[in-house]
């Protein structure tokens, strides 16, 4: 299945139902006075969170969305049906904005529903109208028009680690051996030219497309995944050792975190040293050398190395409960 992170729809409430004109009809009085009942509210819309992350991917090939329209009033001084409310649900993280007004919603909660759309009033039926100068009104309005906006919805996924890094860092491939999310992997820059997700004991795991440098300017894949990283919790910097001066990577890949948002830089962050049977062990303790100025937790780790992953496996699942116990 694709991942949609974005959507472009149009959404409207419902109308509210006519009043109507209706007379009572009684035993030798053929019109015993007006009982026209008012029209039914028109359906309201709202927004509510969900933990199912490809509802994007289901609502693609659907452009237009409505509540219902509120039904007309009936006889005998009957108020006409409300219209069913509407309830979009999209994925936590979700950022609607209202491209008529301009308001931006955050979704992110399961069981809270927001209002983004009001529904009509009903109109007023004959009865309303009697007065003592007016008895028998064959007057009535119509129903009240409902709100309606075209809206745009992006997905800033909320996950507990985002995997950083250049392109063939070995995000995709940790993913996996982590979690058998099954990513896709290559030899080539942009294997992953969408976030690929995973479950590793209970936490969200996100191999987020590789950065270049003017990421944050929006080359290569630019800001369209820089944002995937603005809600993680941790980030996980990959650095493959490939690269002849490691320490230079990570200022690349830092400065465009930066440069988009000083939040996403204040972030948790560890090093992870990837690719290290491609390397001596020379290399390797040159490069945590290296990277030790920086004061971060630096793991080295090859996929093809069980025991390395399995003591950084065990090591990271340490720190994530670490982590949330501390901020409970």
Known sequence: MAFVDELSVHIRAGNGGTGVARFRHEKGREFAGPS???????GS?????SR???LLFKYRHEKEFQAEDGGPGKKDSLHGADGADFVMKLPIGSIVTNKKTGKIIHVLSEDKPILILKGGDGGFGNEHYKSSIVQAPERFSPGYPCEEADFFIELQLVVDVGFAGFPNAGKSSLLNVLTNASAK???YEFTTLEPNLGAFYGYVLADIPGLIEGASEGKGLGHKFLRHINRTKMIAHLISLENEDVLEAYKVIRKELETYSKELAEKEEIIILTKTDMVDEATKLAAVKKLSKLKRKVFLISIYDDPAIKEFGDAFVKMLRAKELSSE
């Open 185 to 187: 992997v290559g030899a």
């Open 45 to 49: 819309v709202y927004l509510i969170g």
């Open 52 to 54: 199912d992350l490809g």
């Open 36 to 42: 026209g009942g008012d029209g039914g509210r028109g």
